[in-house]
């Protein structure tokens, strides 16, 4: 709700008042742009990010300051989490990862500040919270959907990134999108 209604105030009824007036509008890309983000890009980091990370980025996320997306699809993986080509490689030193890959109609690509990402590491799946930033580069793809969704492609070239910044245990990611995923 981008910080129209204080958390602890917001219960079903403000659910059925946000769900009927997107609905209205005709437009589900709009609402899509408003929230789809907040809904399946920020629930992997309020679960698995650690304290510091979580407390620095996710209230200007629930604030509608800053907004999010989550970064699985790929061109020739789709949604399939066990068939992704984008990697993550740990630095000598273990103090950051270089992640390098494509990722494919990511919705609020064009506009995210944050992309929740998963990246084939040296032992499995792991997942990271990617700021926008040097290396990664967006671009929208036109659907007949919605412009106002941000559907788009992200291109991760040398990204450097703390180790901070995963979300949860090296080579655990598969765990962490689940929930993401199918609920």
Partial sequence: MGGIVKP???DYFHE???TQELTRVGARGYGDGLLGGMVIG???VLNFAKPALRDKIVPDILA???FISLAISEAFAGSDVAGLKCTAVK???GSHWIINGTKKWITNA???DYFTVGCKTSGGLTVFLVPRGEGVETKAIKTSYSPTAGTGYITFDNVKVPSENMLGPENGGLIRQEPTLYR
Avoid: M, Y
């Fill in 8 to 10: 602890e105030q917001f």
């Fill in 16 to 18: 059925l008042i946000v």
């Fill in 42 to 44: 920020l629930p992997p």
């Fill in 64 to 66: 509608g300051k800053k």
């Fill in 91 to 93: 630095s000598a030193d």
């Fill in 110 to 112: 064009t506009f995210s």
